[in-house]
């Protein structure tokens, strides 16, 4: 009898430490690559970054140059949106900083808010869009 019981008691720690073993490499190692990677991702995002950034010229030393990014973890793509306010216009411009494509602008001019006329804005592709619609391409592609 004891050694059914041996047995028995033998049979469920092998289930327990294959369950525990396929837990690990199933679920709890990926999920820490995946932080892993993602981390680095976000790190390279911040470099790339900078360097997007630091590549725009200012036509005056009044100009002001600021950038914001973002690793899109659903498009796997660093986003980097730029803020550029010159003498007499203000660009927002999102950014794929590894294709080095311009996915979405807006140029409002002082004229423009002088005459409370709406900026103008275009995809990379250069369609015209509207500021609504440049609204939901900056939300969907610095959200996800």
């Known amino acids: 009898m004891n050694h059914i019981k041996n047995n028995n008691l033998i049979g469920i720690a092998v289930i327990i ?8 490499f199933g679920v709890f ?7 892993q990677s993602l ?9 790339l ?10 036509d005056s030393p009044e100009d002001f140059i600021s950038g914001s990014n ?3 973890t659903k498009l796997n793509k660093c ?14 411009s999102i950014l794929d900083a590894v294709e080095d494509a311009n996915l979405a602008s807006c140029i409002t001019t ?3 808010l002088k005459n409370k006329q709406p900026p103008y804005c275009y995809t990379g592709d ?4 509207t500021k609504s619609q440049f609204d939901k391409l900056e939300k969907q592609y610095l959200s996800q």
């Open 110 to 112: 002082d004229n423009d």
């Open 39 to 47: 981390a680095i991702n976000q790190s390279k995002c911040l470099q």
């Open 126 to 129: 250069n369609n015209d869009i």
């Open 79 to 92: 986003i980097v949106e730029v803020f550029s306010r010159g003498t007499s216009s203000t660009l927002v």
């Open 70 to 72: 973002h690793y899109n």
């Open 29 to 35: 190692l990926p999920k820490e690559k995946i932080a």
């Open 49 to 58: 970054e900078k360097d997007v950034v630091g590549g725009w010229k200012k």
């Open 17 to 24: 430490v294959a369950l525990t073993v396929g837990y690990y």
